[in-house]
């Protein structure tokens, strides 16, 4: 078949590479529509992969063309994606269903053949069937959609309150889409970015600030940062209000700094600060999976044109990857197309 494949840093070359082997239990997926994700960047870009040479990609769709001995429940040409993570199940983390803290893990497309190919093979129970529906792009956006649902999980979201979401990226529109799904009273967008602000507007938001324009100062019981950046993280100590829910979904990428005032916030407020890491829970890969299948074939989850930046073939894999060398210009997901 042919694969993206990473030899080095920023070293990707489209090319001839094996054929994954089905074996009992997995199933073999004819891949239609893969994402980049922000971590393969690092990976591509700033010499982060584990190994070389390596096929990156964990946010795929595609139908399934071979099923492994022992598969039930699934068939071929089955529309599918894939629940990335490989955790043991057999560490107390997996025994009580914290997949994601696994310290055992494998992950397809970082530390396995992943979705930058023509093929991928994956345990059955990583597979999620879901309508054919629903557009293989969309598809592709699971994984995402099911991180901003971990998140509003693990801060014990409760509808009828409003909630600030801190990042107009696609987890941050998917985190505040499933806020309003779950009963929001109301849900604001904050950014810099005013496309995206529009983007979010479109999309459900109540309402949309740029912080570049405006200093909010409204107070909300629930707060979701999910840019990773650092006056994100800050202003989530600001617009929390009393008793608050504040949960951290983005990834920061440089040392964050609080003056005592700032993390005083945390006590003054008595605000509950959790982290989020990845999308599982029991039974695995959990119910965010479930519910992302069943809003996106309802159309309650939302998609739209915005959410992607642009789509390449696959054998142009190197060609994308070089966008992200210039900072802000990708706005949405990039698709490749095998």
């Known amino acids: 078949m042919k694969a993206a494949v990473l030899h080095g840093n920023n070293d990707i070359r489209y090319e001839d590479y094996p054929i994954p082997e089905v074996k009992p239990g997995t199933v073999k997926i004819r891949i239609k529509a893969t994402g980049i994700c922000g971590s393969d960047i690092p990976r591509v870009l700033n010499g982060g992969a584990h190994f070389y040479p390596i096929v990156l990609g964990h946010e795929f769709a595609g139908d399934i063309v071979e099923i492994g001995?022992?598969?039930?429940?699934?068939?071929?040409?089955?529309?599918?994606?894939?629940a990335p993570l490989l955790p043991c199940h057999k560490c107390p983390d997996c025994e009580n269903?914290?997949?994601?803290?696994?310290?055992?893990?494998?992950?397809?497309?970082?530390?396995?053949?992943?979705?930058f190919a023509e093929y991928v093979v994956i345990p059955v129970?990583?597979?999620?069937?879901y309508d054919p529906s629903i557009p293989y792009e969309q598809a592709a956006m699971f994984e995402p959609a099911t991180v901003a649902l971990h998140g509003l999980f693990l801060a014990g979201y409760q509808g009828g309150c409003n909630v600030a979401i801190l990042g107009g990226g696609n987890i941050g529109l998917f985190t505040m889409q499933w806020a309003k799904i779950l009963g929001a009273k109301s849900v604001t967008v904050f950014d810099i970015d005013d496309d995206r602000l529009m983007l979010a507007s479109h999309l459900g938001a109540d309402f949309i600030i740029n912080t570049k324009q405006n200093n909010p100062t409204r107070a909300y019981e629930y707060?979701?940062?999910?840019?990773?950046?650092?006056?994100?993280?800050?202003?989530a100590f600001e617009l929390a209000a009393?008793?608050?829910?504040?949960?951290?979904?983005?990834?920061?990428?440089?040392?964050?700094?609080?003056t005592p005032r700032q993390w005083e916030n945390m006590n003054r407020k008595e605000f509950t600060l959790t982290g989020s890491w990845m999308s599982y829970s029991a039974p695995f890969p959990g119910q965010e999976w479930e519910l992302t299948a069943h809003y996106f074939t309802t159309g309650q989850l939302k998609f739209d044109s915005g959410l992607i930046y642009n789509t390449y073939p696959l054998n142009q894999?190197?060609?994308?990857?070089?966008?992200?060398?210039?900072?802000?210009r990708v706005k949405g997901k990039i698709i490749l197309k095998p």
């Open 69 to 82: 001995e022992g598969v039930t429940g699934l068939s071929i040409n089955d529309t599918v994606t894939g």
């Open 97 to 115: 269903g914290n997949h994601a803290l696994c310290k055992n893990y494998s992950f397809i497309g970082s530390r396995e053949q992943g979705s």
């Open 125 to 129: 129970r990583n597979a999620v069937k």
């Open 223 to 235: 707060v979701f940062e999910t840019a990773g950046s650092t006056a994100t993280m800050r202003l």
């Open 242 to 258: 009393n008793k608050a829910k504040v949960c951290f979904i983005g990834t920061p990428h440089e040392d964050l700094i609080f």
């Open 317 to 328: 894999a190197a060609e994308a990857f070089e966008l992200f060398k210039e900072p802000g």
